[in-house]
């Protein structure tokens, strides 16, 4: 059974950091490409990073350029997220999904996990 758990969540002041992490089991995670997708309160998901295989290429929506990083750890089934300089639009849930066709298609996963809540405010 495919799972993802994200963990990591919490309430931040603005500026502030956090590093989110998705454990990830039952497939091959180095087989797979990797996204992080966020949904605020009244608004439709919308992805925020993406990484290859091998954790060599990612990808930033533009609203986290400079101040997001994603990396993969293959060894430990394990995806991360580190956040820095967080403002209150980064008020979301965030949660890590498996692509289903790849970095091309990165509003195509088949599997997410349930989230973990970033929540930034003063």
């Known amino acids: 059974e495919v799972q993802l758990v994200e963990s990591g969540g919490d309430m931040v002041q603005p500026g502030g950091s956090l590093r989110l992490s998705c454990a990830a089991s039952?497939?091959?995670?180095?087989?797979?490409?990797m996204l992080w997708v966020r949904q605020a309160p009244g608004k439709g998901p919308e992805w925020v990073s993406a990484?290859?295989?091998?954790?060599?290429?990612?990808y930033y929506a533009d609203f986290v350029k400079g101040r997001f990083t994603i990396s993969r750890d293959n060894a430990k089934n394990t995806l991360y997220l580190q956040m820095n300089s967080l403002n209150p639009e980064d008020t979301a849930l965030y949660y890590c999904?498996?692509?289903?066709?790849?970095?091309?298609?990165?509003?195509?996963?088949?599997?997410w996990g349930r989230g973990t809540q970033v929540t930034v405010s003063s």
């Open positions: 999904a498996r692509l289903r066709y790849g970095l091309a298609y990165r509003d195509e996963y088949d599997y």
């Open positions: 039952g497939f091959t995670f180095s087989n797979y490409d």
């Open positions: 990484i290859n295989t091998g954790g060599g290429s990612m």
